[in-house]
């Protein structure tokens, strides 16, 4: 691994590890995805990793919810190790931590407010219907999609359902943010609105968070560290300066 | 989407359209089977029940009363059925009340029928009373009869075809009878003589309808002939005209014969 | 799960095994607290009530063509006024729960795969597992619930409207009053009839949520397993509705003689 950015390491260092991965591995049958993970999330970070389609972006994040359970290695969120945890536990983590899907994955049966009541309901058991209605709207208000809140998904444009999406993750709170592509399928003009608005969300909510991205602007924007994956594992590490100007070729070939 | 309460309405109106059929069914059924009204139960000894179910129907005048609610195996010639029947027609079935195993129809259920009774005593039935049971009516026994009267038939069918064939070739009295034209001859002595056998008899008949007449005056004045009675009468004295006719009128016609 | 193709009866058994957990999975979630009321009657409302008039028009016609067919046989025999009895006697056992259950697969339990097949592929039922909400809870419990509840409901209505059909078709030929023709139809049965029939609905209602919920929620992640999961629904449905009235006529019949 090529490690480009001595400074910034030294300036997070005195931060806490909000996670904390080593040697992790996956394998689906014969086909290894993930080889030999290392990653350390500080607090208040984000982190973005790139990689080409099929590469196992979205399975280390995965594993991070609990979603898929790795093979082999260490893996710790808010210090505790996901594998060992029981369900109860584990759910529990899950409301710690938004996992913005790449599709969205609105619930496509309820209006955008339901779907941003759905959670506060459940997982925060919020009954006071005042209070449920005061939060919706602000979380809409600072994704921009107010006007939109008693439409359904399917009358939503792309980028309306992404932040639509996004505020339904913002609205429990969460404290580590996992963006499974964002701006994938959006125009540069949308991209950037989005991508700008997970950068509002990380100081506004003070988030930490993982962004999966091959886009390059998008990365510029929002990363204050790059990771770039490859054959399962990561290539390339530092600031987005230091990765745009490697020389390593496998590296260089996401600029071009 | 939430569900509005139009759509709230209209499930709660078809679970409750459900639940009544559901309802309904249960009550009606069970009303036939007499489940919610006052019941009693009365009891009788059968040695055979033929094929009796439990809740095969029990029937009194013809009505559906009650079920069979219970057959027990006493020991091995008294079969126990007991009979749950309604509270309300208990005042009509006495004591002497006899049950009886029935079909109904040809290939129906069997049932219990219940006759009224009210020969000996005027006693209504209470609960758990025992009754005479009529034991029904012997499939095998009736087979076994069936067996004997065809064999019966048999033989005599068998004498038949001997005499029929003795008469055929001119044997026995009757073939001469119908073969030999002497015999024929003979015949005119025989009827003269039943000429005035018949001749006796139209006097002997008149002599009984004469008598008879004098009885049913009899009996009238007395006034314990009723209406129809007088009419049977009449009618059986009409058939001894009637046979007093036909017997003259037979007299008659073997007459030109001679 | 596994890469592995498995093959022929291996992959079946596995299947069993699979349907087996998700079972365990949906009686754990059933006795959790917290149920989804609003959700139940909202499923109520889509499977219950709106499969209404599909099932009450076939059941009619199923009554009204039945009585056509009967008719001349029985007349044959000379048992025209059996007619109601037969009638009722096989709407109310077999023919009413049979063909509103499979009426209940091809609408409802293709529906929910379809409906679950769409959500899984479109992560939905992930992001409400992620957001630590309980999609099995939400999703399915609900789901089994309002068709166990609704496919007897469903039934019985159309048993009633079977026999309304049947009421139809006598009339045209000859007239028999309502009162009479329902006063026979009822004589003719008895609890040991009404009661299997009742209880195998309740099994049929269970199966098509189960199976239509299955199926859905554990379809691949393509476009294509929408319709394998809405398809194989309704065929393995329709093949456990059978399996449950054999069994469950068997059962009865062992038990009621
Ligand atoms: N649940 C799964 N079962 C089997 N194979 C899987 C599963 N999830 C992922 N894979 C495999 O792992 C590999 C990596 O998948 P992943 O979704 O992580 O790719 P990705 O890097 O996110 O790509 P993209 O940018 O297109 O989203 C793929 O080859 C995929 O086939
Ligand atoms: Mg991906």
Redesign the interface.
């Known amino acids: 691994m090529w490690d480009l950015t001595t400074k910034e390491t030294a300036s997070v260092q005195e931060h806490e590890n909000v996670l904390h991965i080593k040697g992790l591995k996956k394998s689906f049958g014969k086909k290894e995805v993930l080889r030999d993970i290392d990653l350390d999330v500080k607090r208040g970070e984000n982190v973005v990793v790139l990689g080409k389609s099929g590469s196992g972006k979205s399975v280390i994040i995965q594993c991070i919810v609990g979603m898929i359970s790795p093979d082999a290695g260490v893996l710790q969120v808010f210090g505790e190790e996901v594998s060992s945890l029981n369900e109860k536990e584990l759910k529990k983590l899950r409301t710690r931590i938004g996992f913005l899907f790449q599709s969205g994955a609105l619930y496509d049966s309820m209006t955008v407010r339901e779907n941003m009541e759905f959670p506060l309901m459940r997982i925060l058991k919020l009954r006071n219907q005042a209070e449920i209605d005061k939060r919706v709207e602000e979380v809409l208000k600072s994704v921009g999609l107010f006007e939109s809140i008693d439409k359904m998904p399917s009358d939503l444009s792309g980028g309306m359902r992404k932040r639509a999406g996004l505020a339904r993750t913002l609205v429990l709170n969460p404290e580590l943010m996992l963006y499974d592509e964002p701006t994938t399928g959006l125009d540069p003009i949308t991209s950037r609105e989005i991508s700008n608005l997970v950068l509002q969300i990380q100081k506004k909510y003070k988030t930490t968070a993982i962004i999966i991205t091959h886009d390059m602007e998008c990365a510029a924007i929002t990363a204050d560290r790059v990771l770039v994956l490859s054959d399962g594992e990561f290539i390339a590490e530092g600031s987005f300066e230091a990765i745009k100007n490697s020389k390593d070729k496998h590296v260089s070939s996401f600029f071009k | 989407m939430k569900t509005t309460s139009g759509q709230k309405i209209r499930t709660g109106l078809f679970v409750m359209a459900g639940l009544a059929v559901l309802v309904i069914a249960v009550f009606f059924i069970g009303n036939k089977k007499g489940l919610f009204s006052a019941n009693f139960h009365v009891q009788g000894m059968f040695k055979d029940v033929n094929g009796l179910q439990l809740g095969n129907n029990a029937r009194f005048a013809g009505i559906n009363v009650g079920v069979v609610e219970n057959i027990l195996i006493i020991n091995d010639t008294t079969v126990k059925v007991v009979l749950s029947l309604n509270e309300n027609v208990r005042k009509f079935i006495k004591r002497d009340a006899k049950l009886s195993i029935a079909s109904d129809g040809l290939m129906g259920d069997k049932l219990v029928a219940i006759s009224p009774g009210g020969a000996t005593t005027s006693e209504e039935v209470k609960n758990g009373d025992q009754l005479v049971a009529v034991n029904p009516f012997d499939m095998d026994k009736m087979i076994k009869k069936i067996t004997g009267i065809t064999d019966d038939a048999g033989s005599l069918i068998a004498g038949l075809s001997q005499v029929v064939d003795k008469v055929n070739h001119g044997k026995g009295s009757i073939g001469r009878l119908l073969n030999d034209d002497k015999m024929a001859r003979d015949i005119e002595g025989t009827v003269n003589q039943a000429k005035t056998t018949i001749a006796n008899v139209h006097a002997t008949t008149t002599t009984l309808n004469t008598d008879l007449k004098a009885a049913q005056d009899n009996f009238l004045l007395k006034g314990y002939f009723n209406k129809k009675k007088k009419k049977a009468i009449k009618a059986r004295q009409d058939s001894i005209k009637k046979v007093q006719k036909d017997s003259s009128a037979r007299a008659q016609a073997a007459q030109p014969k001679q | 799960m ?3 193709a498995l093959s022929g009866w291996r992959s079946r058994l596995a299947e069993k095994g699979e349907q087996v957990a998700f079972l365990k999975d949906f009686l754990k979630n059933l006795f959790r607290g ?1 149920f989804e009321w ?1 959700e139940f ?2 499923q ?2 889509e499977i ?2 709106k499969s ?1 008039t599909l099932v009450g028009t076939t059941a009619f016609i199923m009554g009204l063509v039945m009585a056509m067919q009967l008719r001349p046989t029985l007349i044959s025999f000379g048992a025209e006024s059996m007619l109601p009895k037969s009638l009722a006697v096989s709407i109310i056992k077999e023919i009413g729960p049979v063909i509103t259950a499979i009426i209940c697969a091809g609408k409802i339990a293709s529906g929910i795969g379809a ?1 679950l097949g769409s ?1 899984k592929v ?3 039922i ?9 999609p099995m809870q ?1 999703l399915v419990v609900t789901r089994i619930l309002a068709t166990t509840a609704m496919v ?3 039934t ?2 159309g ?2 409207l079977g026999l309304l059909g049947g009421f139809l078709a006598i009339n045209i030929n000859g007239s028999v009053s309502l009162l009479l023709y329902f006063n026979k139809c ?2 003719s ?4 009839d ?1 009661l299997p029939a ?1 209880i195998k609905t309740i099994f049929f209602g269970f199966v098509i949520g189960f199976i239509g919920c299955y199926k859905g929620y554990n379809s691949n992640k393509g476009t294509e397993s929408v319709g394998i999961a809405a398809n194989s629904a309704v065929v393995v449905a329709s093949l456990w509705i059978f399996v449950i009235d054999a069994i469950v006529v068997q059962v009865s019949n062992t038990l009621i003689y």
């Open positions: 596994n890469d592995e917290g609003s009657i909202r109520c409302y219950g009530y209404f409906e959500m479109t992560e939905q992930d992001a409400m597992e992620v957001s630590g909400a309980n939400f007897p409901l469903l019985l209505l048993d009633v009822i004589a049965l008895g609890f040991s009404l009742f």
